[in-house]
Each structure stands twice: as C-alpha cells, then as structure tokens.
C-alpha cells in the first residue's frame, strides 16, 4: 500500500495526515501522539475514527498540524483521519459518516467590525 494523504481543518487549525501500513504509530510534528496532547480526552478525539473501525493497530500516521488551539488541532486531525480511512476503504464511509467524523465544523471566529468593541458588541447607550 502507497502512502495516502488526507486534509482535515477546524477554525484556524489545518492537519494534513499521511497514512500507511504499520503498527499504530502516530506522529505529530516529529513528536508522538501522547507527547503532543498529553490530555487523554484529545486523544480520545483524536482516535475516535480508528477505533470506530477497529483499524488502531493496522496504520502509521504522519501528522502536519499547523494553526489554533490544541482543541481545535485535535478535531482537525480527527476529520483528517477520517478522510484517510474513507481513500483506504470506501465501504467504511456509511459508519464514519453516522459518526459524524466525516462533516467539516464550519464554524470559526467572526471577524471584528470597525466602529465596535467586538464582532457583534455594539457600545454602551443609555438615554439620560
């Protein structure tokens, strides 16, 4: 099996992963999975595609995360994952996708509008 690439983004974070046949090993930016996120419930995030699949074991990811928080990295990670196991396998996509791994979270941080103090605050107004 060749190496397969997949992209994954949440808010500002971008993960592009590359998956190949292995034992399980994840490496994010040079470092191992449980070194990069140290709290167990991102790790959790993080491997929730393959062990819905049972598939932990079975691959080696490559992870390039760039960009927001550590929240945000792990869910683009997640969907990026996702995305890789579909290119493996296509018939896995009906349980990945009722998981909901396979949706992009379009939400992101609302710009601030010129003339107020954030996006949507407006200034104090009080008619005296």
């Known amino acids: 099996m060749e190496v397969i690439n997949a992209l994954g983004r949440r808010k500002s974070a971008v993960a592009r992963v590359y998956l190949s046949e292995g034992a399980g090993k994840i490496t994010i930016n ?5 070194e990069y996120f140290p709290s167990p419930l991102l790790q959790y995030i993080v491997l929730q595609p393959l062990n819905k699949l049972e ?3 079975k691959f080696d990811i490559k992870v390039n995360l760039v960009g927001g928080g550590y929240n945000g990295q792990a869910e683009a990670l997640r969907l990026a994952i996702a995305r890789a196991l579909v290119k493996v396998n ?4 009906k349980a990945l ?5 396979l949706t992009r979270d379009a939400r992101s941080v609302e710009r ?13 107004f009080s008619k005296r």
Not at 97 to 101: A, K, T
């Open 30 to 34: 040079k470092k191992d999975l449980k």
């Open 55 to 57: 598939v932990a074991e």
């Open 90 to 93: 296509a018939e896995d996509k």
């Open 97 to 101: 996708r009722s998981e909901g791994f």
């Open 112 to 124: 601030k509008k010129p003339g107020r103090p954030k996006a949507r605050r407006r200034f104090q």
